[in-house]
């Protein structure tokens, strides 16, 4: 599993459900994507990195918002 701050832990069931209850997230506010990120967003993730702990949030935030508005 990877987290925004792209620290990575081996990824199960429980500790993802585990992560969610740390960090307070309503199942509401849980939403399924599918993502193609190609050399632009992993550029634009790797800079978001450089400046910040938000680093999947901010580098992806093209794509989820296109994602948004298409639905």
Known sequence: MVKDDLSVEPFSSAAA???LVKSKVGERDLEEMDLSIG???VFGILKAAMMSTSAL???LR???TVVKEEK
Request: glycine share 8%; proline share 8%.
């Open 39 to 41: 050399v632009n967003e």
């Open 17 to 19: 459900l585990s992560f």
């Open 62 to 64: 093209p794509l989820i």
């Open 57 to 59: 949030t901010i580098g």
